[in-house]
């Protein structure tokens, strides 16, 4: 196991429904990220905390929601989503705080399907 | 400019073969390139990574083989075994950056 948790693993939700994904590290990182992962374009970042604070948000629709109320834990709010949704939704954590050539662990994913 | 491109999207290989994975940059700036391996049902992890002071580094089966001036590296596999099936992504970063672009990835197959 690499020390980072993503709950659900599975997830299939109506486009009205409201869910959340769940990511928790136990390596002491301080950045934590989520990716999303399709068939079309395999790895997207969507957004990057350091230390609680919000630092990338690569032009994501306002229908993902991300929280980090800790470094050690992320969420991902999700919102009247779109079938071109359905993705499998990665999250990683690394040292951070601008450390480069960082090592990003990542979790298994949760794989989504948005019916 | 952001962009790390990798070829080819898959390959298929014998086993005992060898398996290259070939990418490409353009950004200068960066100086920090690992390679990540990907199983069905897992997430990427971390194979092997590379800074450009050097031209090669070898790690077990694996080699990375770093060329700076014409911005390119590639991804060497010695002796592939179908345990080293999986999917192969190149990427990069720079210094002082926390974000890594990631290539498209290889799925890489290796015949029994």
């Known amino acids: 196991e690499t020390g980072v948790t993503q709950t659900p693993r599975h997830l299939v939700m109506g486009m009205t429904n409201k869910k959340s994904l769940k990511c928790e590290q136990h390596l002491g990182h301080n950045a934590m990220y989520w990716y999303k992962q399709s068939a079309k374009k395999p790895l997207e970042l969507m957004f990057v905390y350091n230390f609680k604070e919000q630092t990338e948000n690569n032009s994501v629709p306002s229908r993902f929601s991300p929280e980090c109320p800790n470094s050690s834990h992320l969420f991902l709010h999700l919102h009247t989503l779109q079938p071109e949704d359905s993705a499998l939704y990665l999250c990683?954590?690394?040292?951070?705080?601008?450390?480069?050539?960082?090592?990003?662990?990542f979790g298994p994913g949760t794989r989504l399907t948005v019916l | 400019q952001q962009q790390v491109k990798q070829s080819p999207q898959s390959l298929i290989v014998q086993k005992g073969g060898i398996s290259i994975i070939n990418c490409a940059y353009e950004?200068?700036?960066?100086?920090?390139f690992p390679w990540y391996q990907q199983f069905p049902g897992k997430g990427p992890a971390l194979l092997i990574a590379i800074r450009p002071d050097v031209s090669e580094k070898k790690e077990g089966r694996f080699t990375i083989s770093f060329n700076k001036s014409a911005k390119q590296f590639s991804l060497h596999i010695m002796d592939s075994q179908p345990g080293d099936s999986a999917t192969y992504f190149c990427a990069a970063s720079m210094n002082r950056d926390d974000k890594i672009i990631f290539g498209k990835g290889t799925r890489l197959h290796i015949l029994p």
């Open positions: 990683a954590s690394s040292q951070g705080a601008g450390a480069g050539g960082d090592t990003q662990y």
């Open positions: 950004n200068t700036a960066f100086d920090y």
